[in-house]
């Protein structure tokens, strides 16, 4: 089980809730931060009935939704509200099926709408000053433009890049291996700008004067990158490299883990690029997923409108203000 925050001692949960996070935990598998928000979620919900002299038992419809509504109100975001009441419902649930309660008070409320957030995504002219941020010659500067490289021309997520080994780079095939979430495996294509990268990279001066004389593991050994210290990559390290190279680039607030990812979404969308296609390229279960970056586009194509064109109304109306 996860550690408790302090707030959570002092207002214990009722048997049916506190056998419910237990299950969720043991039977179910659920990570400790996750049982730890479900708990704080059952909480704040055990103590609004309480402020309105009803008990888990005793909720109903009615008092559900104003308890999602007070949190709405109090400033929690949609996802967060959506969040409480699948642990609510959750318990509802649990609690019909061992016995307790038939009656689920859950089961025509509707979770509260969460506004998509679109992906951010720097222009093309910043994914350059990005790449030439790393454009040395030493071993770290041949290492930090292949990884960059690598991020903006296939688009994959920073753990698939350093989970990458020396075995999943195509010799002639100009393809790579990637594996992904749920352990699914995709065959990406590389293009030159990325390739001739890691091919800079491999040679000499560049991974071989990083690697040590003995390997300390061999999944190290295998790696395609590795530390100052000859051992593979990991996430935190290598999100610190890009975040170093940001700095220099002077984008920093504009970078985060996938940025990378969704800029080379957003802009091979952008030049028409089919989106069964980006679906591959970056390994979404679902072609939904894929669709939020054409709305990144179109707000681009909005926003270049209304600045540009001269009748486009935002502007003219600007002009006739003489602004």
């Known amino acids: 089980m996860a550690e408790r925050d302090p707030s959570e001692a002092v207002t214990p949960l009722e048997g049916s809730a506190e056998d419910y996070l237990t299950w969720l935990a043991i039977e179910r598998g659920r990570s400790p931060n996750t049982v730890s928000s479900y708990r704080r979620d059952l909480i704040a919900f055990q103590s609004f009935l309480k402020s309105s002299g009803r008990e888990i038992g005793t909720a109903t419809r009615s008092s559900i939704e104003r308890h999602l509504d007070v949190m709405l109100s109090a400033g929690a975001n949609p996802a967060s509200a959506a969040r409480a009441l699948s642990a609510i419902r959750g318990l509802y649930r649990f609690r019909a099926d061992e016995g307790d309660d038939d009656s689920d008070p859950t089961s025509e409320v509707t979770a509260p709408s969460a506004r998509q957030r679109l992906p951010k995504a720097i222009s093309e002219e910043e994914v350059v000053r990005l790449l030439d941020a790393a454009a040395g010659s030493s071993p770290r500067d041949l290492r930090d433009r292949a990884m960059l490289e690598l991020l903006y021309g296939t688009g994959m997520r920073i753990g698939e890049l350093v989970g990458l080994s020396l075995g999943d780079i195509g010799s002639d095939t100009g393809l790579i291996k990637v594996l992904g979430k749920g352990s699914k495996e995709r065959l990406v294509p590389v293009g030159r700008y990325a390739e001739e990268s890691v091919e800079r990279w491999l040679d000499h001066g560049g991974r071989p004067e990083l690697a040590p004389k003995r390997w300390a593991r061999r999944g190290d050994a295998e790696a395609l990158f590795i530390n100052t210290r000859g051992g593979r990559l990991t996430r935190q390290g290598a999100w610190e490299i890009i975040s170093k190279r940001a700095h220099v680039a002077g984008l920093d607030g ?17 030049r028409g690029a089919d989106v069964r296609v980006v679906q591959e390229l970056l390994g979404h279960s679902s072609v939904a997923t894929t669709q939020i970056y054409t709305k990144v586009t179109v707000e681009h194509l909005r926003s270049a409108y209304d600045s540009a064109h001269p009748r486009s109304g935002k502007r003219g109306k600007n002009r006739r203000k003489g602004k």
């Open 254 to 270: 504009k970078v985060h883990p996938h940025v990378l990812r969704h800029s080379c979404a957003t802009h091979m969308l952008a």
